[in-house]
């Protein structure tokens, strides 16, 4: 097949990659044999962590396109030529293409960040695209993009929060281990930027000694890496310039078999990535603190989305309120931008599920359904906005395009920490009644920062077990009293435990917070809870404390 093309040279015209940003905008060329080279010299490298069928893909959309052959490249020739699939595949029934395609890409990215990151043909699949491109590479540093909403798949400004992840410092005293400092830093360099919630500047080895403060990071994480009788360990800080501040540091010890460096690399990526960078992490936090006080009018896209955080964390009235004002402001003036959609859609979905005082819940259904499609289709590779359409769909009674999008955002980066506590949540109330619990209690024991409304779902599979006594502890980890959810929770576990009097309490509290609840009680548990068995317990666990729904 490529016979006909050995010695021609293939033209690529393209611009500056988005990802790493490192490349000049002119046209080159490569002949076939320096692609076929570079594609041999990807398949085998230990630092292209791909399953063999993403090596199949990987294969035959490069051949494909030396082909002369890139305009027949689709999901549909890919899923019959490479994964086996017959005449009759669908792609919007069965997604294996799309997932694939993301799972490669980050294996190429992990490849260009590691042992690639020299070479000269930087081989990627762009985002909407089965079709490779082939770009030259000119350095090897990683920068900040540019802020432009509508070219990126999030919007950063330039005020958008930036952290500097600087490589590793080698304290083992044996040269040889210099690499483990520039892989932990890659490596949480590439988990962060998934999160797509701030913006990352990654030193490599030639940035060592460099000034932070010559870069527009607010923030810097830095490290070091020893080595005693115990094993390896790795020290990582994380310093706040604008305050001259160490405000977190943390320990990994490791064992000295390095043949397992890879997966602990990932780990604790992932780890650190939740905790630093993640939605209720220690940046946002601080970040959310200082914006607090700001008047609507005066808040940047991203405190906007601050605030959803913040009502995300307590949701109490007050912070539904702000949150809310601040998001549509946001989406008037950054309508391409998909968090602003996505979220918003949350804030909708709690008004029709929740029955918000002081909304108008008739058209909040629709809108929430809406607005979360919106953010899917701005953003479909993100995982967070995957999982929002899932919830939404659950709400709305969509059970089988609820279990499409959260199997679709699960498979989207099943390894990382950002979104598994929210896919477990939503997997559970689905019915996934292991895996989702296994992935909100990975999370908790991992992220000290994990969503609370997690506590829903493992209460929820611990009544449906009959472990009442279990489900009392996880509605005692709820501590969200500004929803009636809270003292239904309680009031409902305590029945079913006959603790009568302690259970009458929050049957109290539940109808002061939602009084007309004998009445609406059966379709509000029925928007979260979607089996007969466990909200017919639920029912009864109020029943005997006084609150009989009709």
Not at 180 to 200: D, P, W
């Given at each position: 097949m490529l016979l006909k093309l050995l010695g021609e040279r293939v033209r690529v015209v393209y611009q500056i990659d988005e990802d790493h940003n490192s490349f000049s905008g002119f046209e080159t060329a490569f002949s076939a044999e320096e692609i076929q080279q570079q594609?041999?010299?990807?398949?085998?490298?230990?630092?292209?962590?791909?399953?063999?069928q993403q090596r199949a893909f990987l294969d035959f959309v490069v051949n494909q396109t030396l082909a002369g052959n890139s305009h027949c490249i689709k999901g549909y020739t890919v899923a019959t030529q490479v994964f086996g699939r017959d005449e009759n595949f669908d792609q919007a029934i069965d997604p294996i293409v799309s997932i694939q395609a993301n799972k490669l890409r980050r294996a190429l990215e992990r490849y260009y960040l590691l042992s690639g990151k020299?070479?000269?043909?930087h081989l990627k699949i762009p985002k909407g695209s089965y079709v490779p491109v082939f770009n030259r590479r000119t350095t090897v540093e990683t920068k900040p993009a540019p802020y432009n909403c509508k070219d990126q798949d999030t919007c950063f400004e330039e005020s958008w929060p930036a952290v500097l992840i600087k490589p590793f410092i080698n304290l083992t005293n044996d040269t040889e281990k210099n690499y483990l400092g520039a892989g932990f830093a890659t490596e949480l360099a590439t988990e962060i930027n998934r999160s797509q919630a701030v913006s990352v500047l990654h030193y490599g080895a030639e940035g060592q000694g460099k000034r932070s403060s010559d870069t527009a990071a607010r923030f810097v994480i830095e490290g070091n890496i020893r080595e005693d009788e115990n094993g390896i360990k790795v020290v990582i800080n994380l310093m706040d310039i604008k305050t001259s501040r160490q405000i977190w540091s943390d320990t990994q010890l490791f064992d000295k078999d390095l043949t397992t460096i890879i997966n602990f690399q990932e780990e604790f990526a992932s780890i650190v990535g939740a905790i630093v960078a993640g939605?209720?992490?220690?940046?946002?936090?601080?970040?959310s603190d200082e914006s607090k006080n700001k008047?609507?009018?005066?808040?940047?896209?991203?405190?906007?989305?601050?605030r959803y955080h913040h009502y995300d964390q307590t949701l109490s009235p007050d912070d539904f309120r702000r949150a809310f004002t601040a998001l549509e402001r946001a989406r008037l003036n950054e309508p391409e931008c998909a968090q602003v959609w996505t979220f918003l859609a949350r804030l909708y979905a709690d008004i029709f599920s929740l029955?918000?005082?002081?909304?108008?819940?008739?058209?909040?259904?629709?809108?929430?359904?809406?607005?979360?499609e919106k953010g899917a289709n701005l953003n479909p590779d993100n995982q967070c906005a995957r999982a929002m359409l899932a919830f939404v769909r659950m709400l709305t009674y969509d059970i089988a395009g609820a279990r499409k999008e959260i199997n679709l955002a699960f498979e989207l980066n099943p390894k990382s920490l950002y979104q598994m506590d929210g896919i477990g949540y939503v997997k559970t109330l689905l019915g996934e009644w292991e895996l989702g619990p296994a992935l909100i209690n990975k999370v908790m024991r991992l992220n000290p920062y994990y969503k609370p409304v997690v506590h829903y779902g493992l209460w929820v599979n611990c009544l449906r077990q009959h472990d009442f006594q279990n489900a009392y502890l996880e509605a005692t980890g709820l501590r969200r009293p500004a929803i009636f959810w809270y003292p239904l929770a309680r009031a409902s576990t305590l029945g079913l435990l006959d603790k009568i009097k302690e259970g009458k309490k929050y049957a109290r509290d539940l109808?002061?917070?939602?009084?007309?609840?004998?009445?609406?009680?059966?379709?509000l548990i029925g928007r979260y809870i979607k089996f007969d068995n466990i909200s017919d317990l639920v029912i009864e666990g109020l029943d005997r404390v006084g609150v009989t729904v009709y």
């Amino acid at each position: 097949m490529l016979l006909k093309l050995l010695g021609e040279r293939v033209r690529v015209v393209y611009q500056i990659d988005e990802d790493h940003n490192s490349f000049s905008g002119f046209e080159t060329a490569f002949s076939a044999e320096e692609i076929q080279q570079q594609l041999q010299r990807i398949l085998n490298s230990p630092d292209f962590n791909a399953t063999p069928q993403q090596r199949a893909f990987l294969d035959f959309v490069v051949n494909q396109t030396l082909a002369g052959n890139s305009h027949c490249i689709k999901g549909y020739t890919v899923a019959t030529q490479v994964f086996g699939r017959d005449e009759n595949f669908d792609q919007a029934i069965d997604p294996i293409v799309s997932i694939q395609a993301n799972k490669l890409r980050r294996a190429l990215e992990r490849y260009y960040l590691l042992s690639g990151k020299e070479d000269i043909i930087h081989l990627k699949i762009p985002k909407g695209s089965y079709v490779p491109v082939f770009n030259r590479r000119t350095t090897v540093e990683t920068k900040p993009a540019p802020y432009n909403c509508k070219d990126q798949d999030t919007c950063f400004e330039e005020s958008w929060p930036a952290v500097l992840i600087k490589p590793f410092i080698n304290l083992t005293n044996d040269t040889e281990k210099n690499y483990l400092g520039a892989g932990f830093a890659t490596e949480l360099a590439t988990e962060i930027n998934r999160s797509q919630a701030v913006s990352v500047l990654h030193y490599g080895a030639e940035g060592q000694g460099k000034r932070s403060s010559d870069t527009a990071a607010r923030f810097v994480i830095e490290g070091n890496i020893r080595e005693d009788e115990n094993g390896i360990k790795v020290v990582i800080n994380l310093m706040d310039i604008k305050t001259s501040r160490q405000i977190w540091s943390d320990t990994q010890l490791f064992d000295k078999d390095l043949t397992t460096i890879i997966n602990f690399q990932e780990e604790f990526a992932s780890i650190v990535g939740a905790i630093v960078a993640g939605e209720q992490g220690i940046i946002f936090k601080i970040i959310s603190d200082e914006s607090k006080n700001k008047q609507p009018e005066q808040l940047k896209t991203h405190e906007a989305i601050l605030r959803y955080h913040h009502y995300d964390q307590t949701l109490s009235p007050d912070d539904f309120r702000r949150a809310f004002t601040a998001l549509e402001r946001a989406r008037l003036n950054e309508p391409e931008c998909a968090q602003v959609w996505t979220f918003l859609a949350r804030l909708y979905a709690d008004i029709f599920s929740l029955e918000i005082p002081g909304f108008d819940i008739r058209d909040s259904e629709n809108k929430a359904l809406g607005y979360a499609e919106k953010g899917a289709n701005l953003n479909p590779d993100n995982q967070c906005a995957r999982a929002m359409l899932a919830f939404v769909r659950m709400l709305t009674y969509d059970i089988a395009g609820a279990r499409k999008e959260i199997n679709l955002a699960f498979e989207l980066n099943p390894k990382s920490l950002y979104q598994m506590d929210g896919i477990g949540y939503v997997k559970t109330l689905l019915g996934e009644w292991e895996l989702g619990p296994a992935l909100i209690n990975k999370v908790m024991r991992l992220n000290p920062y994990y969503k609370p409304v997690v506590h829903y779902g493992l209460w929820v599979n611990c009544l449906r077990q009959h472990d009442f006594q279990n489900a009392y502890l996880e509605a005692t980890g709820l501590r969200r009293p500004a929803i009636f959810w809270y003292p239904l929770a309680r009031a409902s576990t305590l029945g079913l435990l006959d603790k009568i009097k302690e259970g009458k309490k929050y049957a109290r509290d539940l109808l002061q917070l939602k009084p007309d609840f004998k009445e609406r009680g059966r379709i509000l548990i029925g928007r979260y809870i979607k089996f007969d068995n466990i909200s017919d317990l639920v029912i009864e666990g109020l029943d005997r404390v006084g609150v009989t729904v009709y």
